[in-house]
């Protein structure tokens, strides 16, 4: 590599005492070589085998995400000398967006696992290499964009175990190399158990909606059955985009995610993504007819006279008859989101249109037991959405951090203690 691709990849001002080597020199130096995971049809999984099978769903940045489904059998490992793993190990995903993202084999798959072929396993030499720092180092970005720029194919884009050892990282030494790894574990930990509070919370959420609606609170045998057309007006209004004097505040279905919005964009008349929209007025109620399940569903909390949403939405203005902030609850509980997606048509893009919407019945209680029902809820949605909003500012604030460490522009402290579990 020569001195102008290192400043093109890793800027002009790495300190004097770091090394930029390769992923192959890192390999050679390893406890466990780069190698590729083993090949596993479907006939030899079971979904409770001896052995975890890893597969790509599972690899995260830095994170390890979910419960394997699949495993293998023990005599399935003897018989095709399967590479076990173990929790010192790293896990680096050879495919699927972002390729090359790198997690550690969590402790309860230590010598209970193995992984498929398209992720790739190192145990790099702890002496030179400190194993949290890897796997960082391995997530950050200008690692990633090499990764990317050195895989091929059509349809599946992968990268090689061959092309993965061109790839290039900067190697402190050993001592800042866990100080930096220190650094950022313990923001890794903050957002594991932001994570963890926010799950919490989610299926606490599930699990009232579900006593609230089923009869084990209320008497839902005194409620009423009301169609949706009967709660308010569908779809009331529309403008077409050239009657907009400015630029103007736009809603998509990809805006919206779980009864959350996400974010919105910023349009003008000229670019905007089409010709009509919806007008939102304060506590609609704007519904995702594509995909149910996704439930991109959401209550308008804005006085804002200039929001428009997109006609992937139905909206619903509602009347006397119900409150938005029970009715927004229903529609997002699973129980409704089943039903939804069972009235759905079409097969690669299911959808709800407005004449099968209409006609779907809500339980609806008095409007004393709609607030109460609403405000339980509500609670439990502050709690998500405050813990959501903690996690989007540490993972900021991790991005920030490996920016600055990683690249050397800012340097960790001699003194800065390392914490025990990265220097193990």
């Known amino acids: 590599m020569n001195d102008k691709d290192i400043e093109r990849i890793f800027g ?30 479907s006939s030899d999984m079971t979904e409770n085998g001896n052995y975890a099978l ?89 690692i990633t ?26 190697i402190p030494p050993i001592k800042e190399q866990e100080r930096i790894a220190s650094v950022l574990y313990s923001v890794d930990k903050k957002l594991e158990q932001l994570h963890a509070r926010k799950e919490k919370h989610e299926q606490l959420k599930q699990g009232l909606m579900q006593d609230l609606l089923t009869g084990e609170i209320y008497n839902i045998e005194e409620w009423d059955e009301i169609k949706i057309d009967k709660l308010g007006d569908i779809n009331p209004e529309t403008k077409n985009v050239k009657d907009i004097d400015n630029t103007f505040e736009y809603i998509s279905l990809s805006n919206v995610s779980d009864g959350t919005l996400v974010n919105k964009e910023k349009y003008t008349t000229d670019s905007s993504p089409s010709d009509r929209v919806r007008i939102l007025n304060n506590k609609d109620i704007i519904f995702g007819k594509v995909r149910p399940l996704q439930k991109n569903h959401f209550l ?27 009715l927004i609850q229903i529609l997002l509980s699973d129980t409704y989101t089943k039903k939804f997606n069972t009235l759905a ?5 299911p959808s709800i249109n407005v004449g099968t919407f209409k006609k779907v ?19 439990s949605d502050n709690i998500i959405r405050n813990t959501s909003n903690l996690i989007n500012k540490y993972e900021e604030l991790k991005r920030g951090l490996m920016q600055d460490l990683l690249s050397g522009d800012v340097r960790t402290s001699e003194d800065l203690e390392v914490l025990e579990s990265v220097s193990e």
């Open 12 to 41: 002009d001002n790495i300190p004097n005492n770091w090394e930029i080597s390769s992923i192959k020199d890192i390999s050679e130096n390893a406890e466990r070589k780069l190698d590729d995971g083993d090949w596993v049809e």
């Open 54 to 142: 890893i597969q790509l769903g599972n690899i995260g940045v830095n994170e390890f995400k979910d419960k394997p489904k699949r495993h293998v059998n023990k005599e399935f490992i003897n018989g095709e000398k399967c590479m076990v793993l173990y929790s010192d190990d790293l896990l680096i995903s050879r495919m699927a967006e972002p390729i090359f993202r790198t997690c550690k084999v969590p402790k309860i798959y230590d010598n209970k696992s193995i992984t498929a072929v398209d992720i790739m396993r190192l145990c790099p030499n702890k002496k030179i290499h400190n194993t949290e720092y890897i796997k960082n180092i391995f997530n950050w970005n200008p």
């Open 145 to 170: 964009k090499q990764a990317k720029a050195w895989s091929s194919g059509t349809t599946r884009t992968r990268i090689s175990k061959t092309n993965a050892m061109k790839i290039y990282v900067l």
């Open 300 to 326: 308008v909390n804005d006085n804002n006279k200039n929001n428009f949403a997109s006609l992937g939405f139905t909206q619903l203005r509602t009347n006397e008859n119900v409150l938005p902030n029970y």
């Open 345 to 349: 048509t079409g097969s690669t893009y």
């Open 361 to 379: 019945d809500i339980l609806i209680p008095s409007i004393k037991i709609q607030k109460e029902i609403a405000d339980i809820l509500g609670t």
